[in-house]
């Protein structure tokens, strides 16, 4: 940084001292070296922006400008016939020499991940279907499920890691707590899983977006741009991505779905693990995370029992199953004794409300 600085101090003084030796203004020796000193500062101010910019778009607008210069040009030379000294030839051939040079620049710019050296070799590769892209955000990737998917197969096209993520990943492994810090080092280790899996295209993508400072923004922006889809487990970034026109694979929703369908009046054997927060209530987890919460099972903590299904509830934060243990006539005590005087057996068809409040309590615990 030290040397950027000098270079740049250098420079600055350098076009200040040319501008008091050719002193270009008519205004006298300090007007000039002032002048120097705006001049240097904005063309520093320039290359610092400039840095930002990815490299595939400043090849890109360097191209469209040599290209809307040399239209220019040509148009200045093809109309050679006209009176050169009419001012509003004068003010059409300036016109040019600055409008279509800033259209090269500007749509040059936009276009520039074509010169990707991924994009480019696709031009000379037979026509075939076009590829499909599944951009990963940061999230899906410290979660770590997708390297499973990916291992399956169900993943298809090419994963795109943009830089940006991989910067977000290496600040929260770079982190001063340690839960964050172990949880980037996690999302790399599944970056590094994933790429040593044969059969599947893993692409580290340098297009960035300046202008937009939120990394989920940025997703958007880069999936509107490959036209592929973002694979994510985060819901504000999935419903954001859905308003803006964008498609998204959630490994949430997949998780989900793919949990096993139990109806009301099934049979079950659970684990019960822990009380729940009601009157004689024990919790059990499936396989899969999945939450159950049985009436009447208190008492049988710790002991694998088999339990009647009452109803299945879908949350935001996915699938709860409410089930109740019916004692055998010939066990200790029946629930009706158990209970104590005034209170009932809850009732299977109990109203939404208090199953909801039931599943807030248990995943409290």
């Known amino acids: 940084m030290t040397w950027f600085a000098l270079v740049r101090v250098v420079f600055v003084a350098a076009i200040a001292y040319m501008a008091a030796v050719l002193q270009p203004l008519p205004i006298g020796l300090v007007a000039n070296l002032g002048f120097g000193l705006v001049?240097?500062?904005?063309a520093v101010l320039f290359e610092r922006g400039l840095r930002e910019t990815s490299t595939p778009r400043v090849i890109g607008s360097l191209i469209g400008f040599a290209i809307g210069l040399a239209i220019a040009r040509g148009i200045e030379a093809g109309l050679f016939w006209v009176d050169s000294s009419d001012h509003r030839v004068e003010f059409l051939h300036s016109f040019l020499l600055i409008a279509l040079p800033y259209l090269g620049v500007v749509i040059?710019?936009?276009?520039?991940?074509?010169?990707?050296?991924?994009?480019?070799?696709?031009?000379?590769?037979?026509?075939?279907?076009?590829?499909?892209?599944?951009?990963l955000d940061t999230s899906v990737i410290i979660d770590g499920r997708i390297a499973d998917v990916c291992e399956t197969g169900?993943?298809?096209?090419?994963?795109?890691?943009?830089?940006f993520v991989l910067k977000e990943l290496q600040l929260v492994a770079d982190s001063s707590d340690s839960m964050k810090r172990n949880r980037g080092r996690r999302g790399l280790d599944i970056l590094q899983k994933i790429q040593k899996m044969g059969g599947l295209e893993v692409v580290?993508?340098?297009?960035?977006f300046p202008d937009v400072r939120e990394v989920d923004l940025k997703l958007i922006e880069l999936a509107r741009t490959l036209q592929g889809k973002i694979?994510?487990?985060d819901f504000n970034l999935n419903k954001v991505a859905q308003l803006r026109g964008v498609e998204v694979l959630n490994v949430n929703e997949l998780a989900n779905s793919l949990k096993p369908v139990v109806l009301p009046g099934e049979q079950?054997?659970?684990?019960?693990?822990k009380e729940g927060?009601?009157?004689?209530?024990?919790?059990?987890?499936?396989?899969?995370?999945?939450?159950v919460v049985v009436d009447n099972a208190r008492k049988m903590i710790s002991k694998t029992i088999d339990i009647v299904v009452t109803s299945v509830l879908q949350t935001t934060a996915g699938k709860m199953i409410f089930g109740r243990y019916v004692e055998s006539s010939s066990g200790p005590s029946s629930p009706s004794s158990s209970s104590p005087a005034g209170a009932s057996e809850r009732a299977p068809e109990e109203n939404g409300k208090t199953r909801l409040r039931q599943a807030?309590?248990?995943q409290q615990t």
């Open 231 to 233: 694979v994510t487990n």
């Open 39 to 42: 001049l240097g500062a904005l």
């Open 154 to 163: 169900f993943i298809d096209g090419t994963l795109v890691i943009p830089q």
């Open 268 to 273: 079950m054997k659970v684990f019960i693990l």
């Open 108 to 135: 040059g710019a936009k276009q520039g991940e074509w010169l990707e050296p991924a994009r480019l070799v696709t031009l000379f590769r037979a026509t075939g279907p076009a590829r499909r892209y599944r951009i």
């Open 360 to 362: 807030v309590s248990s």
């Open 277 to 291: 927060k009601e009157y004689n209530q024990g919790v059990a987890y499936l396989d899969d995370g999945t939450m």
């Open 204 to 208: 580290i993508s340098d297009v960035d």
